[in-house]
């Protein structure tokens, strides 16, 4: 089944695992989850992030410096999944700490750790065969990006092998908060609508409560991550609680406990 949104917009919160340290980023996410989170996206650190932004870049560079690795990423998963059992997790990596563990082997772990999905940014829908296969034999999600550049053809091919939902990059170009939304926003998800039935989250440079309600008027989701990450940049020290502030301020401070929410798992 897919994922289910219980209310509209859902948020989606973005998180770079190991920044500052893994610790701290497991109470960000608790913390988030708190405040209204209703899916975290788990990102590993990679060495050349190029879909992301300086800000995503930077906070990559700090994890890797402490070590920072997918394993110790599904393990904080795991941590995350015991507190927090009804919210989505979704590991957002690129593809080469995925082959370097072993497909697999991955799909193993992040099953066993209560993970429900996988987004693979680098990983082309069209290269996706085994990975697919593997997905589907542990019964994980995979979520694919869809581009406002993308043509009708290959919308339907991501949506088509996307399960949980479908992730529409708001505008070209890397991640990173913006102060409008991109005008090709509405009408990407108006495109995804006429080619499958799957929840549409909009991510890509959403970074204020006016975005996040103006977009929640045509999506069904909504994917903070750079704002998140740059919260967390600037409040060293009180990096979970500025966490929280922003996820209220963005949702209209509807508070969830952690545990408590409606299942919204794939399942």
Known sequence: MPLTFYRKPALVVYVTCGDPNLATTRDVVLSAIEAGADVIELGVPFSDPVADGPVIQRASERALKHGTSLTQVLTLAAEVRVQAQSTGLIIFSYLNPILRMGMEKFCKVARAAGVDGVLVTDLPVEEAGEYLQRMREYDLAPVFLAAPTSPDERL??????????????????????????ATDAEKLVKRLRNVTKLPIALGFGISTAEQFAEVGKFADAVVVGSAIVQTIEGNQGR?????????????????????????????
């Open 156 to 181: 339907k091919r991501i949506a088509d092998h996307s399960r949980g939902f479908v992730y529409a990059v708001s505008r070209t170009g890397v991640t990173g908060a913006r102060q409008e939304l």
């Open 239 to 267: 990096e979970a609680a500025a966490v929280a502030e922003f996820v209220r301020g963005l949702s209209g401070g509807k508070v969830s406990a952690v545990g408590s929410q409606p299942s919204g798992k794939i399942s």
